[in-house]
């Protein structure tokens, strides 16, 4: 008998040692710093499991510590995928995303490598040999159960002293403390922010309107102010469109050549422009960019604040005599927009259920169908009208049909996301390029303004093949400032305006950009953007993907450490990527942190209406 519970002891062991390596192999992917510290906090939370079941007896112990082990084994692959393309582990705070999981269900299947599955592959032996394993009762000495219950309460207290010491931003906890313990603190935070009410003290609304909205805006005398006046507004909202592609080649064949074209008459083209998405991703673009407020880190906007009042730019357009749409390829209800569209002053919303569904690609609609019918919407709506059309072609996984493909891909890219990305945008742009001519020849192209903009990235450079393959296609390291940075593209046809702006700016600072060609102003609501038309200097405060504080300016670009401790933390010269002193980044990284804790706290507290009413 007890040779027998040795042995049971042993297979308890080697279950705890393969958990362990698997750990360790993830927290390499995470590229933790202090691995010595990692094992030291890993390993409580890994024996109190399997301390836990192996005080099991009875006929289902083996399937108990089958599931144990199996439930480890998926948490270390699903943070092992999740981080390679997003470069963060998951929080719980997502749970409420997953049943989006099946509309992206090739999306998802896409981002699975093979060496994932190394958090999986001891699992099927597992199940083979405890199930061939005789079942029978295990009796353990009253010395060894107590000798197991003490080593459990110590790893316990262990593992809670360990969680204590987090700080700086929970979201990059594991980076010193482990996965489990950032899982867990994770899971803590959640049940305090669902507890406890949200503050209204914390700052004074006053103060943040008068630093927020710069007076500048009310001024007649800016540049370019009112040259579209009561045009028609085309919003595209390109999916994953980066600014690599913009006059760029690719052996020889022009990546995006209608947008190129649309570059060298009647526009202003942002190179320096980036992405301000939270885990919301298209539908924080969105808000973003209709809202000029930033996205929060935590949750997906659409999802938690559909009760929110707002003062959008759809809303100050109505007011000026404006008709309002969206259309977009896709189901209604995805990210909450059947919801959110009408509570952000858009009064019609075309989507796959008012749409002819005869080109599906992707996730959706084909944009070549897409825009044709769109044409015919735009055409019956009554005049000035503001539209915002969200394409799908180029949505991750970017898989064209092949007759539909014209880039012609060395044999080293083929069937890799970085070959299949740049096939899509190249369609994309073809559908874009038809779409153009359908506007003139629908009469509607010749007053309008017409924005393009890449709503995030496409490939992320924490994927270990896209960063290998962009760094050699772009000749610099591929990080995240290549990574974030998309176009934007205002097109204003008749105006002979040909113009290349080097400011950095985001989605941000596209609606003070956009009401100031239209010759229009907002005196009721709050604009953390600017207008980037005649704004001093660039700036763009992060809070996600990269630690809350990075951010981008005309000279440089700061990362935070994942730490929360400054010192730690990454900076480098925006053009010629040489590493620069983070002292020189400490007043960026405090105008971000207000930036971003002022638009949260509006949003967090509900407060567009006070504002509009202090504004009155």
């Known amino acids: 008998m007890e040779s027998r519970n040795r042995i049971d002891l042993i297979e308890i062991f080697i279950l705890f040692c393969i ?23 890993v390993i409580p939370p890994l024996l109190i499991v399997y301390g836990l079941l192996n005080l099991i007896k009875g006929k289902k112990r083996n399937l108990y510590i089958i599931i144990g082990h199996t439930i480890i084994s998926f948490i270390l692959f699903a943070d092992l995928m999740y981080y390679q393309h997003f470069g963060f582990l998951p929080s719980v705070r997502l749970i409420p995303l997953l049943k989006l999981v099946p509309s992206v269900a090739n999306s998802v299947a896409f981002m699975i490598h093979p060496m994932y599955l190394i958090m999986l592959i001891d699992i099927i032996p597992l199940i083979i040999y405890f199930k061939s394993k005789k079942k029978r009762n295990i009796t353990y000495s009253r010395r060894s159960k107590r000798i ?25 906890a594991y980076s010193d403390h482990g996965v489990y313990s950032y899982h867990v603190y994770d899971i803590v935070n959640i049940i305090s922010d669902s507890t406890e009410e949200t503050s209204t003290n914390i700052y004074d609304l006053d103060t943040i309107i008068e630093e927020v909205n710069n007076k500048e805006y009310l001024s007649d005398k800016r540049r370019y102010h009112g040259i579209a006046k009561n045009r028609n507004v085309i919003i595209i909202q390109f999916e994953s469109l980066q600014d690599f592609v913009i006059n760029r080649k690719y052996r020889g064949q022009e ?14 083209y942002f190179n320096n422009y980036y992405q301000q998405v939270g885990p919301g991703n298209t539908s924080d673009a969105e808000f973003t960019v209709n809202n000029s407020m930033y996205p929060i880190y935590k949750y997906s906007v659409y999802k938690k604040y559909t009760e929110n009042n707002f003062y959008t730019l759809p809303h100050l357009l109505k007011e000026n005599g404006y008709s309002t749409i969206a259309l977009h390829g896709y189901k209604e209800e995805f990210w909450n927009r059947n919801i959110m569209y009408p509570n952000q002053g858009i009064d019609d919303f075309i ?18 169908s897409f825009y044709n019918q769109s044409i015919k919407k735009l055409s019956e709506i009554n005049k000035p009208f503001y539209s915002l059309m969200i394409t799908l072609s180029s949505h991750n996984p970017y898989e064209i049909p092949e007759e539909k493909q014209k880039i012609k891909l060395s044999e080293e890219h083929e069937d890799t996301l970085f070959g299949n990305y740049i096939q899509s945008v190249n369609y994309a742009d073809e559908a874009l390029g038809e779409f153009i001519v359908e506007l003139k020849e629908n009469g509607l192209y010749d007053n309008s303004l017409i924005m393009i903009y890449g709503d995030h990235s496409g490939l992320f450079p924490n994927r270990e093949d896209n960063k290998e393959i962009m760094t050699e296609f772009l000749g610099v390291n591929y990080d995240f400032d290549e990574s974030m ?72 670009i ?48 509900n407060l567009i209406r006070e504002i509009i009413n202090k504004n009155k």
């Open 351 to 368: 989507s796959i259920e008012d749409l002819n569904d005869d080109n599906t690609i992707g996730l959706g609609i084909g944009d070549k």
């Open 255 to 268: 990546l995006t050549p209608n947008l190129n074209k649309l570059l060298n008459n009647d526009s202003i």
């Open 558 to 605: 700061f990362i935070m450490s994942k730490d929360g401790i400054f010192k730690n933390s990454r900076a480098w010269n925006l053009i010629t990527k040489e590493p620069i002193d983070i002292e020189n980044c400490r007043e960026g990284y405090e105008k971000a942190i207000k930036k971003t804790d002022y638009s949260n706290y509006i949003l967090e507290n």
């Open 485 to 556: 940075n998309v176009p934007l593209i205002i097109h204003v046809p008749g105006t002979g305006i040909n113009e290349n702006k080097s400011i950095v700016g985001s989605h941000v600072d596209l609606f003070p950009t956009i009401i100031n060609l239209l010759g229009l102003k907002n005196n009721k609501g709050i604009m953390f953007g600017q207008d980037l038309n005649n704004a001093k200097e660039g700036f763009v405060a992060l809070q996600y993907f990269v630690p809350k504080g990075s951010f981008i300016d005309d000279k440089k």
């Open 19 to 41: 958990s362990l390596v698997k750990t360790m192999i993830l927290h390499v992917y995470l590229e933790s710093q202090h691995y010595f510290e990692i094992i030291i906090a």
């Open 148 to 172: 197991n219950r003490y080593v459990v309460i110590i790893m316990l207290i262990a593992f809670i002293v360990n969680i204590t010491f987090i700080n700086g931003e929970s979201m990059y």
